[in-house]
């Protein structure tokens, strides 16, 4: 037996310095982290602030422009107007995802993947969509114009397609915050003779309101700061960030623009710390040893609750199928025959040529972003915690907070600036694809952070025991147990980045021009059906990358059904 | 490369204010099995944590054989880590896992050496499978066979078997032991269950408030413990205070005779529950009157709780064999406390 130990299998000479490889990926993986987070985020963030307050002529910033701005009449009514709509939008969303979230949650509504899938489709298309599809319905031309006594253009307008646009956003907070229950709670309610009304009041409501709290902020935070919806719909009802977009695309008044940008920075500031403040508070909700709730039939629950969900799902079909069949058509109103003439986009400079750009941006987007988050969470997670990953975990945090709008604001102030060695990408797809990334970076990371969290403790701890270079231990155990963590990465950036506006329109130029950004430009110069055409296009190749991935997963899932349905972790 | 000697020479480790390790120092002999024991929390863990170069020590020096590894990283250490988790791959095969660190290897003599070491740990044929189609134990066996396979000079156990239910544990402890022999190589083992300790260790650091109370062997730890937590944390103890009276040792109105100490001038007398007589047939030292409390029975052995006539309130314990247990119908007993089983501590 002694021979055992004693024939020591070759070791091979290549064995290098024992962990200068480690360090080298370790240490510099995170020092690049942080200088790509400083130049995408920070600087950019900082170069606002800087606009804002400098006053240079002809800028509309400075102390001065800042004060008369904040005075003034007008800036009072825009942010009257903005108030109110993301009030109501905010007031009227959430208690309806808050009851389909339910729906599918806590009930046994049948065929829950179909209304899923159908709430989640103004995820896949641009923001302006439902505004182009409402003014087909509702327009002064509209199918349905007899049904309202008023015009759709102004506050309603914005409201409703506001609340279509965030209505999935909504839903997936609540669908989360209402996805884990324990079930010991309910036995006991209802061994004490409580109601089911009462069950929900003392189990239910407690366990879910920071999470309708997180809701309302999101969807407040998304409509004060979207400028697609009343860009079309608006008509003469202005809000906040149409005059940010307008001051600086239109009038090149950097100063004013940075100077709104700053007070729509403020509600997501505010809502993000103190969500964040709650969820400290709520740590240690569901213990480990709690019961997963399992809903029980109860027909007429089930049944009450599919009838909203039916006509929410009817109301979101209706509008897409509205937006898709106008695109089809050949000259609304007037001659209503089908034709695909909307789509040879004749009237744009490039053509199809948008389309390609949109496609590449969001390749590039979703490959080097999952790539550098996944890979950036791993050296955040999975290694000794410094000074150095705590100032990149708070970093990747703040894009979070930004709403897009700012995000390209810092943007154009900071890669626009004549002395930066960095000018050179202004313009560039090269800087969209940066942008993007740094706009929905957060939420990338976050996915992978919890992926990586339920990886064991020790493995890189067994890995560096038996010699093995970290980086192999990466891509030999860590990234294939995580690839359906990755995957679903791959698919949040993919479409993220395919529907954009609020950030990279600030930044394209004629040559990087992308197919949301074109649906506005288009709906601007009055080419609705144009418009339409394109939109639905950004909503198939969404849907249909989605789905691909979707697949994808399940073949992966497949092949490891060896080894994943029987492992422990 | 054969086995070494392990010296760990006054380790300090603090986390923020909390003093993890103060001051360890253990000299291992090559081919030997020392238990790391303590309640969780003593710093067991991080001692083995800094001894794999996972954790890095404060203060101190670590030597493998006359190598300083103090501040080398894990990679360059060599040795075999079982981590209470085990920590295998779920998705590379035992044979994978195993052959995991044998890079640099050809395929044949890799190959090779994952099936002597399946055969060195009884998973023949297993080479296929994945970890999660394994039992627990078998887990534990392909675990220890990858942290072997690199033939290291030092093998480390991190809690091996706390993920084993009681019927399995007994068993692997001893075929675990079987091995470590057989292959000669030091071992370092962390547990926090007296009874592995004392199967499986050649000998035993008791660790608490990240110090060594104690380093012996189970025998020495047992029969005499140098502190009175390693005699409190190991095993049972009856704990009797007392006052000094001359020679003897004096509690309440009793007089206890000692064997060779001079004790001093207050303390507390510790004596092993199996080692009071009940009800002696002759004559014996220490020889009190007593009441019978309780009786509970533990299988092989039956404890017996007492209150000394002249200690009322103050409840002891004696474990005999079941035959020798008196009736509790009656229950006036005598009890001796033999002198040879008296420890003092102060």
């Given at each position: 037996?002694?021979?055992?130990?004693?024939?020591?299998?070759?070791?091979?000479?290549?064995?290098?310095?024992?962990?200068?490889?480690?360090?080298?990926?370790?240490?510099?993986?995170?020092?690049?982290?942080?200088?790509?987070?400083?130049?995408?985020?920070?600087?950019?963030?900082?170069?606002?602030?800087?606009?804002?307050?400098?006053?240079?002529?002809?800028?509309?910033?400075?102390?001065?422009?800042?004060?008369?701005?904040?005075?003034?009449?007008?800036?009072?009514?825009?942010?009257?107007?903005?108030?109110?709509?993301?009030?109501?939008?905010?007031?009227?969303?959430?208690?309806?995802?808050?009851?389909?979230?339910?729906?599918?949650?806590?009930?046994?509504?049948?065929?829950?993947?179909?209304?899923?899938?159908?709430?989640?489709?103004?995820?896949?298309?641009?923001?302006?969509?439902?505004?182009?599809?409402?003014?087909?319905?509702?327009?002064?031309?509209?199918?349905?114009?007899?049904?309202?006594?008023?015009?759709?253009?102004?506050?309603?307008?914005?409201?409703?397609?506001?609340?279509?646009?965030?209505?999935?956003?909504?839903?997936?907070?609540?669908?989360?915050?209402?996805?884990?229950?324990?079930?010991?709670?309910?036995?006991?309610?209802?061994?004490?003779?409580?109601?089911?009304?009462?069950?929900?009041?003392?189990?239910?409501?407690?366990?879910?309101?920071?999470?309708?709290?997180?809701?309302?902020?999101?969807?407040?935070?998304?409509?004060?700061?979207?400028?697609?919806?009343?860009?079309?719909?608006?008509?003469?009802?202005?809000?906040?960030?149409?005059?940010?977009?307008?001051?600086?695309?239109?009038?090149?008044?950097?100063?004013?623009?940075?100077?709104?940008?700053?007070?729509?920075?403020?509600?997501?500031?505010?809502?993000?710390?103190?969500?964040?403040w709650l969820r400290r508070r709520q740590r240690e909700a569901m213990s480990g040893r709690a019961q997963v709730y399992q809903p029980q039939p109860s027909r007429r629950r089930d049944l009450a609750f599919l009838a909203v969900v039916l006509l929410i799902c009817a109301a979101l079909l209706g509008?897409?199928?509205?937006?898709?069949?106008?695109?089809?058509?050949?000259?609304?109103?007037?001659?209503?025959?089908?034709?695909?003439?909307?789509?040879?986009?004749?009237?744009?400079?490039?053509?199809?040529?948008?389309?390609?750009?949109?496609?590449?941006?969001?390749?590039?987007?979703?490959?080097?972003?999952?790539?550098?988050?996944?890979?950036?969470?791993?050296?955040?997670?999975?290694?000794?915690?410094?000074?150095?990953?705590?100032?990149?975990?708070?970093?990747?945090?703040?894009?979070?907070?930004?709403?897009?709008?700012?995000?390209?604001?810092?943007?154009?102030?900071?890669?626009?600036?004549?002395?930066?060695?960095?000018?050179?990408?202004?313009?560039?797809?090269?800087?969209?694809?940066?942008?993007?990334?740094?706009?929905?970076?957060?939420?990338?990371?976050?996915?992978?952070?919890?992926?990586?969290?339920?990886?064991?403790?020790?493995?890189?701890?067994?890995?560096?025991?038996?010699?093995?270079?970290?980086?192999?231990?990466?891509?030999?155990?860590?990234?294939?147990?995580?690839?359906?963590?990755?995957?679903?990465?791959?698919?949040?950036?993919?479409?993220?980045?395919?529907?954009?506006?609020?950030?990279?329109?600030?930044?394209?130029?004629?040559?990087?021009?992308?197919?949301?950004?074109?649906?506005?430009?288009?709906?601007?110069?009055?080419?609705?059906?144009?418009?339409?055409?394109?939109?639905?296009?950004?909503?198939?190749?969404?849907?249909?990358?989605?789905?691909?991935?979707?697949?994808?997963?399940?073949?992966?899932?497949?092949?490891?059904?060896?080894?994943?349905?029987?492992?422990?972790? | 490369?054969?086995?070494?000697?392990?010296?760990?020479?006054?380790?300090?480790?603090?986390?923020?204010?909390?003093?993890?390790?103060?001051?360890?120092?253990?000299?291992?002999?090559?081919?030997?099995?020392?238990?790391?024991?303590?309640?969780?929390?003593?710093?067991?863990?991080?001692?083995?944590?800094?001894?794999?170069?996972?954790?890095?020590?404060?203060?101190?020096?670590?030597?493998?054989?006359?190598?300083?590894?103090?501040?080398?990283?894990?990679?360059?250490?060599?040795?075999?880590?079982?981590?209470?988790?085990?920590?295998?791959?779920?998705?590379?095969?035992?044979?994978?896992?195993?052959?995991?660190?044998?890079?640099?290897?050809?395929?044949?003599?890799?190959?090779?050496?994952?099936?002597?070491?399946?055969?060195?740990?009884?998973?023949k044929g297993s080479e296929q499978k994945y970890p999660g189609q394994l039992s627990g134990g078998q887990q534990q066996r392909v675990a220890l066979a990858r942290a072997l396979a690199p033939a290291p000079q030092l093998l480390l156990l991190d809690e091996p078997m706390s993920a084993l239910d009681?019927?399995?544990?007994?068993?692997?402890?001893?075929?675990?032991?079987?091995?470590?022999?057989?292959?000669?190589?030091?071992?370092?083992?962390?547990?926090?269950?007296?009874?592995?300790?004392?199967?499986?260790?050649?000998?035993?650091?008791?660790?608490?408030?990240?110090?060594?109370?104690?380093?012996?062997?189970?025998?020495?730890?047992?029969?005499?413990?140098?502190?009175?937590?390693?005699?409190?944390?190991?095993?049972?103890?009856?704990?009797?205070?007392?006052?000094?009276?001359?020679?003897?040792?004096?509690?309440?109105?009793?007089?206890?005779?000692?064997?060779?100490?001079?004790?001093?001038?207050?303390?507390?007398?510790?004596?092993?529950?199996?080692?009071?007589?009940?009800?002696?047939?002759?004559?014996?030292?220490?020889?009190?009157?007593?009441?019978?409390?309780?009786?509970?029975?533990?299988?092989?052995?039956?404890?017996?709780?007492?209150?000394?006539?002249?200690?009322?309130?103050?409840?002891?314990?004696?474990?005999?064999?079941?035959?020798?247990?008196?009736?509790?119908?009656?229950?006036?007993?005598?009890?001796?406390?033999?002198?040879?089983?008296?420890?003092?501590?102060?």
């Amino acid at each position: 037996m002694e021979q055992v130990l004693l024939s020591k299998p070759q070791a091979g000479a290549r064995r290098m310095p024992a962990d200068l490889a480690d360090r080298i990926f370790v240490h510099g993986g995170q020092w690049l982290l942080l200088v790509l987070l400083v130049l995408a985020v920070l600087l950019p963030l900082l170069a606002m602030l800087w606009r804002g307050f400098a006053s240079e002529p002809g800028q509309g910033g400075g102390l001065t422009a800042a004060a008369e701005l904040f005075t003034s009449a007008n800036f009072r009514w825009l942010l009257g107007n903005s108030l109110a709509v993301s009030l109501t939008v905010a007031a009227i969303v959430v208690p309806l995802a808050y009851t389909f979230a339910y729906a599918l949650q806590r009930t046994c509504v049948p065929a829950k993947g179909l209304w899923r899938g159908i709430s989640l489709l103004p995820l896949l298309a641009p923001s302006i969509l439902p505004g182009i599809a409402l003014i087909y319905l509702f327009g002064n031309q509209g199918a349905l114009r007899h049904l309202l006594t008023d015009n759709i253009y102004g506050f309603w307008g914005i409201v409703i397609g506001e609340v279509i646009y965030t209505f999935p956003h909504a839903l997936m907070v609540l669908l989360s915050a209402l996805a884990l229950a324990d079930a010991r709670l309910f036995d006991a309610a209802s061994s004490m003779g409580a109601s089911p009304w009462r069950a929900f009041r003392s189990i239910t409501w407690p366990g879910s309101r920071q999470g309708v709290f997180a809701a309302f902020c999101l969807v407040f935070t998304l409509c004060i700061t979207d400028f697609g919806v009343p860009v079309v719909v608006g008509g003469d009802y202005q809000v906040l960030a149409l005059e940010a977009y307008k001051a600086v695309v239109g009038q090149q008044q950097f100063g004013r623009g940075a100077l709104i940008g700053m007070v729509l920075l403020l509600p997501a500031l505010l809502s993000f710390a103190v969500d964040l403040w709650l969820r400290r508070r709520q740590r240690e909700a569901m213990s480990g040893r709690a019961q997963v709730y399992q809903p029980q039939p109860s027909r007429r629950r089930d049944l009450a609750f599919l009838a909203v969900v039916l006509l929410i799902c009817a109301a979101l079909l209706g509008v897409f199928g509205m937006a898709m069949y106008s695109s089809l058509v050949k000259f609304w109103p007037y001659d209503l025959s089908l034709s695909l003439h909307h789509y040879t986009f004749s009237e744009l400079p490039g053509g199809w040529q948008v389309y390609r750009n949109s496609l590449l941006l969001a390749g590039c987007t979703a490959v080097f972003g999952s790539l550098l988050t996944f890979t950036g969470a791993y050296l955040l997670e999975k290694t000794r915690q410094s000074p150095l990953t705590q100032a990149l975990r708070l970093l990747s945090f703040v894009p979070m907070a930004v709403p897009g709008l700012v995000l390209g604001l810092g943007y154009v102030f900071f890669f626009n600036l004549p002395g930066n060695p960095l000018h050179g990408l202004y313009g560039s797809l090269t800087l969209l694809v940066a942008c993007t990334i740094a706009h929905f970076l957060t939420t990338a990371q976050l996915t992978a952070s919890a992926a990586l969290r339920q990886l064991d403790g020790e493995f890189e701890a067994a890995a560096l025991s038996l010699k093995v270079p970290l980086l192999r231990h990466f891509l030999r155990v860590t990234l294939p147990i995580c690839l359906p963590a990755l995957l679903d990465i791959l698919r949040y950036l993919f479409v993220s980045a395919m529907t954009t506006v609020s950030a990279v329109i600030f930044l394209y130029s004629p040559d990087s021009l992308l197919a949301a950004i074109a649906v506005l430009n288009m709906d601007d110069a009055g080419n609705v059906g144009g418009a339409a055409a394109m939109s639905t296009l950004i909503l198939l190749t969404s849907a249909a990358v989605s789905l691909l991935l979707a697949g994808a997963s399940r073949g992966v899932l497949r092949r490891a059904q060896a080894w994943r349905t029987t492992a422990g972790h | 490369m054969a086995t070494v000697s392990l010296q760990l020479r006054d380790i300090h480790k603090a986390f923020g204010a909390f003093q993890a390790l103060d001051g360890v120092s253990l000299d291992v002999s090559a081919g030997e099995l020392v238990c790391l024991l303590g309640p969780s929390g003593c710093g067991k863990t991080t001692l083995l944590r800094c001894i794999a170069g996972l954790e890095r020590q404060d203060g101190g020096n670590i030597f493998f054989g006359n190598r300083d590894v103090s501040t080398l990283p894990p990679q360059a250490r060599d040795y075999g880590i079982l981590f209470q988790s085990y920590a295998l791959f779920p998705n590379l095969t035992v044979a994978q896992n195993i052959g995991y660190g044998l890079a640099g290897n050809s395929r044949e003599s890799l190959r090779a050496r994952v099936a002597e070491m399946l055969e060195l740990v009884g998973l023949k044929g297993s080479e296929q499978k994945y970890p999660g189609q394994l039992s627990g134990g078998q887990q534990q066996r392909v675990a220890l066979a990858r942290a072997l396979a690199p033939a290291p000079q030092l093998l480390l156990l991190d809690e091996p078997m706390s993920a084993l239910d009681a019927r399995v544990r007994e068993h692997l402890c001893g075929e675990l032991r079987q091995l470590q022999k057989s292959l000669g190589i030091t071992t370092v083992m962390v547990t926090h269950n007296q009874d592995e300790a004392m199967l499986m260790a050649d000998r035993i650091a008791v660790i608490n408030h990240g110090r060594v109370e104690q380093y012996a062997t189970p025998q020495e730890i047992y029969r005499a413990p140098a502190t009175p937590f390693v005699a409190e944390f190991v095993g049972q103890g009856n704990w009797l205070p007392y006052e000094r009276d001359g020679e003897h040792a004096r509690v309440g109105e009793l007089s206890l005779r000692l064997h060779g100490v001079r004790p001093a001038e207050r303390g507390r007398l510790f004596c092993r529950p199996e080692a009071v007589v009940v009800n002696p047939p002759v004559h014996e030292d220490n020889l009190f009157s007593a009441q019978m409390r309780e009786i509970t029975f533990l299988g092989n052995r039956c404890r017996l709780s007492f209150e000394l006539d002249a200690l009322p309130g103050h409840a002891l314990l004696a474990e005999l064999a079941p035959d020798a247990m008196p009736r509790l119908g009656a229950p006036h007993i005598w009890v001796a406390l033999p002198p040879r089983s008296l420890q003092v501590f102060v």
